[in-house]
T-cell receptor, first 113, second 113 residues
Framework: DTGVSQDPRHKITKRGQNVTFRCDPI?????LYWYRQTLGQGPEFLTY????????KSRLLSDRFSAERPKGSFSTLEIQRTEQGDSAMYLCASSLETGLGYTFGSGTRLTVV | TQLLEQSPQFLSIQEGENLTVYCNSS?????LQWYRQEPGEGPVLLVT?????EVKKLKRLTFQFGDARKDSSLHITAAQPGDTGLYLCAGALDSNSGYALNFGKGTSLLVTP
């Protein structure tokens, strides 16, 4: 296993466009998390899945943000009608159910122009 | 709301010096993790501490979890230029929150030769 993979690494989009990011977790990990990190800040928790169930989504930043994990394996994070304030690094992490073994991906850097 | 206060925010020292980074909160954490992050990359886990009063050593790095599980420190002995990076502390509250991590803002460390 090569760890947590995120795709793309970089995305530049025009304001108002929709974007989708993909995360492939470590295969043995049944928990998958999404975080957002802006410049000069630590990562900010957005949502998490246990297998295919999304157990926490109240921290998603707005109703323009949504995430899926349809078969309990990879996950996608979609941002609709992007705004310049959405520019950030979007990080995915996976862990065991105990919360240990947290591993982050390299992130997707989004720039909204 | 920032649950974890990390200090100092910036630190510039000479090679060979010692340093300590602090992470404080009024919340009790089930575990606390320390990460190191390079520019444009995701955080890389250094250590997880789970027991109050626990001390872990990783070569020249010493991590301590407070007795009440509300605070932690990272001490680096004889810093080297390769230690340069962003150090992040992150606490997991409990299983009810899915062990989502609450991050501090980070300490940006620069070690000059």
């Amino acid at each position: 296993d090569t760890g947590v993979s995120q795709d793309p690494r970089h995305k530049i989009t025009k304001r108002g466009q929709n974007v989708t990011f993909r995360c492939d977790p470590i295969s043995e990990h049944n928990r998958l998390y999404w975080y957002r990190q802006t410049l000069g800040q630590g990562p900010e928790f957005l949502t998490y899945f246990q297998n295919e169930a999304q157990l926490e989504k109240s921290r998603l930043l707005s109703d323009r943000f949504s995430a899926e994990r349809p078969k309990g394996s990879f996950s996608t994070l979609e941002i609709q009608r992007t705004e310049q304030g959405d520019s950030a690094m979007y990080l995915c992490a996976s862990s065991l159910e105990t919360g240990l073994g947290y591993t982050f991906g390299s992130g997707t850097r989004l720039t909204v122009v | 709301t920032q649950l974890l206060e990390q200090s100092p925010q910036f630190l510039s020292i000479q090679e060979g010096e010692n340093l300590t980074v602090y992470c404080n909160s009024s919340s009790v954490f089930s575990s606390l993790q320390w990460y190191r992050q390079e520019p444009g990359e995701g955080p890389v886990l250094l250590v997880t501490v789970v027991t109050g009063g626990e001390v872990k050593k990783l070569k020249r790095l010493t991590f301590q979890f407070g007795d009440a599980r509300k605070d932690s420190s990272l001490h680096i002995t004889a810093a080297q230029p390769g230690d340069t990076g962003l150090y992040l502390c992150a606490g997991a509250l409990d299983s009810n929150s899915g062990y989502a991590l609450n991050f501090g803002k980070g300490t940006s460390l620069l070690v000059t030769p």
